[in-house]
């Protein structure tokens, strides 16, 4: 969950391009409660002013560090017609995310879209690397009504995961994993269970 007063999440992509050979793309899904009704955000169509949501622009074989970003104005989407919004990664190479050095993606907030402060680490809200052996991934999905972020981590071999070629029943695909959804903590307490282990609140704890 993050705090209802946030006005703007930003997700984004990070990595390190040492010889500038390395093209990776985020995009993602805007979508109706129903499914119904769908937007897609990508390199190929950078913004929906009546929805709110931008694109920061395609790093395309960029040596050094790079980043592609997406701001939702998370009450003007809602206003559009739009309560999910589904993150996705995509190694236009298709090669795998593991055949990178380092791959990152995460989100932050904003108070106003394409405000482009620097990506301080002190504001970021979560990141994690992505290290997937399939050239596309489905990251995450925002539920702007419920204000919180639900971690998806689903490869794709590349075809799903093109905006351009998504449509509202591989995006029903998708939202049903949700349905049976679990916390980490849900996820760690079934790790104790299984190997018969003993759930302790400090790590001097563990013998």
Known sequence: PFPINKKVIRAY????DEIGTQD????????S???????????????DVHAGIYHSGDVRQRMGPCAEYIDVD??????????????????FQNGSFTDLKECVFGWMFRQHPQANEIFLPKTITEAFALTNSSPAVYTCVVDLLEKNVMWLDLESEGILLNPESTNSKSIQTVYKTLKNRMTVGDL????????KGNLVNEITENT
Request: hydrophobic share 40%; net charge positive.
């Open 13 to 16: 992509v990070h990595w390190n």
């Open 24 to 31: 990776i793309d985020l995009s993602c899904t805007a979508t």
């Open 33 to 47: 409660v129903d499914f119904t009704k769908t937007q897609f955000t990508s390199f190929r169509d950078l913004r």
């Open 74 to 91: 998370i009450q003007q989407c809602l206003e559009a017609g739009y309560r999910y919004v589904f993150f996705t990664a995509h190694n």
């Open 188 to 195: 760690l307490r079934l790790h104790v269970k299984a190997r």
